[in-house]
């Protein structure tokens, strides 16, 4: 259990007659980057939303830390969630706050630093994601990119255990999605931090992750590194790996 | 068949009143959470100057022109039996009573209960809720709380304005245009309302702020379905506000008669 950040046993979770997952099996190595990658609309979403409680289960356990966080009530919930970081697909920045003030608006509610020192680890972390001189711009004015970076900048501002990533490089185009997986990486092999990434984004992926899981019609049907995924004989990631289109990409031993 | 003609009779009604319990459970979060440390002062404060400052101009224009044309209406009446000295009281009574509350509620309603729902709604759609969860924030002590403490503080004081200018244009009408007699406008006025005219006026006000801020967060809080769904949420917020807040005007009054 030591080196699990966390563990997710035979999760469960339906819409109406739709079983978006039927039966999740996973565990979550500690300061490692996981990627979970499936098809659009095929549950990575409603995952990772249980992972942070947003959503309740059916049925299931999921161990984060030693504490099983399904049955928990709010209170506790809330001191669970503490330890935790969550980047958006669209990134979620406050519309009435500056890029400043997104950033310091976790490190306002809920430690006693003083102004001073919010701004110094607020500078710190903008500057690590490469927006120090951004601080007064209104996410409005900011690019999908930008916006993205600002919200890793807010996700890894409390210092959290685990970091979750919600299509990190949706709707971005290939070159801005490049630079984000850079500091994805960057920032993990920087801080030592569990990131949980999902995506459908299979190529920029596969550069970034320590471990792959591949979410299949509500089950996890592959866990591995990159290479054993790519090595997998399953007929079903050999086919999602050969909508790359990239010859040798897929194709088992 | 038969079902199906009992489900049509019988649905709306039941989720009209699942609608209803589940505003009375957001209003009752609202209190759980509004009487708990920390104080948001500056949220309080940031939602008083948009519900209240921002509506002042609204509010005294809606006032004057209602005294206004009050005036010119009681007038045409009591001229036929010769008491053009009671329309000061009329006006005043008519303001403090009813339509100072009420206009300004439902203009208030109109500018700010619909932002209420749009900007709530669009921060649903957009994750901002989801985030403020995920940093385990509670969303309703942030974005509602600020929100119903401001419109209950707010209405009342706008109202009194309301009362105020709308007396001020029914005296401009009543004496500098129609000629009545200054003294026997003011004088009649002051002997026939009592102190308990206004203070009705703006607990009622306050009432209505409560209905319209909870009714317009729990319309955007629970937002559904990106931009279309903003848009009927926003909707959803002025007419169900406005409406509850006549039906429940009838009520308040009738209580206090």
């Known amino acids: ?253 | 068949m038969f079902s199906s003609i009992i489900e049509k009779i019988f649905s709306p009604a039941a989720r009209f009143l699942r609608e209803l319990g589940n505003i009375g459970l957001l209003f009752g979060e609202c209190v759980y959470w509004g009487v708990r440390r920390p104080f948001k002062f500056n949220y309080i404060f940031k939602q008083m100057e948009f519900i209240g400052v921002n509506s002042v101009v609204v509010v005294i224009i809606t006032g004057v022109f209602t005294g206004m044309v009050l005036a010119l209406q009681s007038y045409y009446g009591f001229r036929k039996f010769g008491a053009e000295g009671l329309v000061g009281t009329t006006v005043a009574l008519s303001m403090t009573r009813e339509l100072g509350p009420v206009l300004t509620s439902l203009m208030v309603t109109g500018r700010a209960g619909s932002a209420m729902a749009a900007e709530l709604g669009t921060m649903r759609v957009t994750e901002q809720i989801d985030a403020l969860i995920v940093m385990a924030l509670n969303p309703i002590k942030y974005l509602v709380v600020p929100r119903v403490i401001a419109s209950f503080l707010m209405l009342p004081i706008l109202t009194i304005v309301s009362d105020f200018v709308g007396i001020v244009g029914g005296y401009l009408v009543g004496v500098k245009l129609l000629g009545i007699n200054e003294g026997a406008f003011i004088n009649k006025m002051v002997k026939y309302v009592d102190h308990e005219d206004i203070y009705n006026g703006l607990v009622k006000a306050a009432f209505f702020g409560i209905i319209m801020s909870v009714v317009s967060c729990y319309k955007g809080f629970y937002t559904e379905g990106g931009a279309e769904g903003v848009g009927k949420s926003t909707t959803e917020a002025v007419v169900t506000s406005c409406v509850t807040i006549l039906i429940s005007d009838y009520v308040l009054t009738s209580l206090m008669f």
């Open chain 1, 1 to 253: 259990m030591e080196n699990k950040a966390i563990k997710i046993i035979d999760l469960h979770k339906s819409f109406g007659t739709q079983n978006v997952l039927d039966g999740i099996n996973l565990e979550i190595e500690k300061g490692k980057i996981t990627v979970i990658i499936g098809k659009s609309g095929g549950g990575k979403t409603v995952l990772l939303k249980h992972l942070i409680g947003l959503m309740k289960p059916d049925k299931g356990e999921i161990w984060v830390d030693g504490v099983e966080i399904t049955k928990l009530k709010e209170k506790e919930l809330n001191d669970v969630r503490k330890g935790f970081g969550m980047l958006f697909q669209e990134a979620a920045l406050f519309d009435s706050m500056d890029v400043y003030d997104n950033v310091a608006f976790p490190l306002r509610e809920h430690t006693k630093l003083s102004e001073k020192e919010i701004e110094e680890i607020v500078e710190e972390r903008l500057k690590q994601v490469g927006l120090l001189g951004f601080t007064e711009k209104m996410p409005s004015e900011l690019s999908g990119g930008m916006r993205k970076r600002v919200g890793l900048a807010r996700a890894l501002v409390l210092d959290p255990d685990i970091i979750l990533f919600d299509e990190p490089t949706s709707a971005l185009d290939p070159i801005i999605s490049l630079t984000i997986d850079d500091l994805i990486k960057e920032t993990q092999t920087y801080l030592k931090k569990t990131y949980v990434v999902i995506s459908h984004d299979i190529l920029g992926m596969f550069r970034i992750a320590d471990k792959v899981a591949m979410l299949y019609n509500g089950k996890i049907i592959e866990y591995g590194t990159p290479y054993e995924i790519k090595r997998s004989n399953n007929e079903n990631i050999k086919e999602f790996l050969k909508a790359t289109k990239i010859p040798g990409f897929s194709g088992g031993d």
